[in-house]
């Protein structure tokens, strides 16, 4: 079976346009997550999913440049771009990251993957709650299950967000995968979507080795400059990802 991880990436951002093509740690913030991407144990391709338009070639030449393979499709509608990208990669497995996340963690992906396939799910996420720092969400789930999902979804938000229709069909298997210990999801934010975000993170890939590193190193980073993590805490605890299901 194929499993690819499709990541979601765009020029366009109302906080902060032209965010994924911005430095970190001497490349790109989407070529840290595609590099993160390619590093997940189980999956066969990388794949990036870009809107339709010419405003976006600079994220389709940094993509290609990256190695994915890139898939156009509709801005709006990300659930039938998805869909698109799907295909085009003859995947039977999905994995969604988004290219906000530019400190993917390859294990903890590779975990999602595994129950997955091991427990025989239509969908897997490590949100449900969250637990784990914000800016390590992943998903995973059936193509089948995501080729449904873009037959019967009806609503904007279902569309526009990818999974919450699959977050809460009745039908669907579901599972997450938890963090064992203390609760980081409103205490660590490592995602990029506001000017303080991208100054937090800038500052800590100045600090990071070259190589990709775990979420347990970027913690013992942190922890011996607490210094970072003010810079951007007036956001945390702000997720811009659906809410859980109910």
């Not at 937090?200 to 190193?217: K, Q, T």
Request: hydrophobic content about 45%.
């Amino acid at each position: 079976m194929t499993a690819a991880v499709i990541v979601q990436a765009r020029m366009g951002s109302t906080r902060l346009p032209g965010k994924i093509l911005m430095p970190l740690g001497g490349m790109t913030a989407l070529a840290q997550c595609l590099r993160r991407c390619a590093a997940i144990p189980g999956i066969d391709r990388v794949v990036c999913a870009i809107p339709e338009g010419e405003d976006e070639a600079p994220v389709v030449a940094e993509a290609e440049r990256c190695g994915a393979l890139v898939v156009r499709g509709p801005s709006a509608d990300v659930l039938k771009r998805y869909a698109i990208a799907a295909r085009a990669a003859g995947a039977d497995i999905v994995m969604r990251v988004t290219s906000d996340c530019p400190l993917v963690d390859p294990a903890l992906c590779g975990r999602l993957l595994g129950k997955l396939r091991a427990e025989g799910l239509d969908y897997c996420s490590n949100n449900l709650p969250p637990s784990w720092p914000h800016g390590l969400d992943a998903e995973v789930f059936r193509a089948a299950a995501l080729f449904e999902a873009e037959d019967k979804a009806t609503e904007p938000f279902d569309r526009e967000h990818v999974t919450p229709w699959l977050r809460r069909a009745p039908h669907l298997k579901r599972g997450n995968v938890a963090r064992q210990g203390e609760d980081l999801s409103h205490q660590c934010r490592w995602t990029l979507d506001y000017p303080e975000d991208y100054a937090f993170l800038a500052a800590l890939f100045a600090r990071l080795p070259e190589a990709i590193v775990s979420m347990d190193e970027v913690l013992a980073t942190l922890a011996a400059h607490p210094e970072l993590a003010a810079i951007n805490a007036m956001h945390h605890g702000v997720r811009a990802t659906p809410a859980p299901a109910k």
